[in-house]
């Protein structure tokens, strides 16, 4: 049987995947975590380069994405609730923290928008749902992650297909 190289993963048994393969990448100086699931008990053909020419580009679409998700907040899409959510969830002093030194230019909500940090890349090799990969992004409260997120699904070639807030 033959076995897959996915970069960052290793060798994946094509004709015997496991349901979840779990690695770290840094991008942009932070740890991000990736999982790898599949819902077949045998890789598809060829997912092997699909999956390796996504990985190779997956950190040039983290830009993209902050576009999207500024976009959704600018036309009041679910972004905006994320945000709102932790404007009335964050003491004062938490706030200040996590905002650092304020940038009077932008508006309290945009700037925690700008402090999106993204933690985790899930990529669903044979999902039926019509994405490829979930983008998650959240903010650092006290340098841990929220359990709070914006997921944002994307198609193979890094495209935004939609965006959610989720716990």
Do not use: C
């Amino acid at each position: 049987m033959s076995e897959y190289q996915i970069l960052h993963f290793g060798p994946v048994n094509a004709a015997a995947v496991n349901k979840r393969y779990d690695a770290s990448v840094d991008i942009n100086g932070r740890p991000v975590q990736l999982d790898l699931h599949f819902d077949n008990p045998q890789a598809a053909p060829g997912a092997d380069t699909l999956i390796n020419q996504f990985l190779e580009k997956a950190a040039s679409y983290d830009g993209t994405i902050r576009a999207a998700i500024t976009e959704d907040f600018d036309s009041d899409g679910e972004a905006v609730d994320f945000v709102r959510f932790f404007l009335e969830d964050l003491r004062p002093r938490e706030l200040k923290q996590l905002l650092g030194h304020q940038e009077e230019v932008k508006s309290v909500p945009q700037q925690l928008l700008n402090k999106l940090e993204l933690v985790r890349i899930g990529i669903y090799a044979d999902d039926k749902n019509g994405f490829f990969a979930v983008y998650d992004y959240t903010l650092l409260i006290n340098d841990r992650p929220s359990s709070q997120v914006l997921a944002v699904e994307v198609d193979d070639n890094g495209s935004v297909l939609s965006i959610a807030w989720e716990n």
